[in-house]
C-alpha cells in the first residue's frame, strides 16, 4: 500500500481544513487507517482512526468534537476534516495504514504541513 497526504496549509486559528489521505497499490479490506501528528519539537502523537469495513472511529482527547475522520471506499481515501483550529494544532500530519492482524501501523503517507496562525 502506498499512502498520499494532502491537504495542508496555513489558516488561522477558528478556520478549518480538510485532510486527505489517498491509498494506492491494494484495497484496503480489514484495514485500519489513521492519521498522527508531530508538531516541533514533539513526539508523533496519535490523532484519530477508522476502521475501513465498518467504519470504526477513535480520537484523541484533544481533538474531540472538532476533528471527523471519514473514509471513501470507492475512491481508497480516506480524510480528515478539522475544525475549530487552534494554534496548537499545528503540525506535521501524517496518514498510516494498519494492516489486519498487525499491531503497528506502515506504511505511512509522507506528511502534509498544517500551520495554525493566532
Known amino acids: 500500500v502506498q499512502l498520499q497526504a494532502s491537504g495542508g496549509g496555513l489558516v488561522r486559528a477558528g478556520d478549518s481544513l480538510r485532510l486527505s489521505c489517498a491509498a494506492s497499490g491494494r484495497t484496503l479490506t480489514n484495514y485500519v487507517m489513521g492519521w498522527f501528528r508531530q508538531a516541533p519539537g514533539k513526539e508523533r502523537e496519535f490523532v484519530a482512526s477508522?476502521?475501513?469495513?465498518?467504519?470504526?472511529?477513535s480520537y484523541t482527547d484533544s481533538v474531540k468534537g472538532r476533528f471527523t475522520i471519514s473514509r471513501d471506499r470507492a475512491k481508497n481515501t480516506v480524510y480528515l476534516q478539522m475544525n475549530n483550529l487552534e494554534p496548537e494544532d499545528t503540525a506535521v500530519y501524517y496518514c498510516?495504514?494498519?494492516?489486519?492482524?498487525?499491531?503497528?501501523?506502515?506504511?505511512w503517507g509522507q506528511g502534509t504541513l498544517v500551520t495554525v496562525s493566532s
Open positions: 477508522i476502521t475501513w469495513n465498518v467504519g470504526t472511529t
Open positions: 498510516a495504514a494498519r494492516p489486519p492482524m498487525a499491531r503497528s501501523y506502515d506504511p
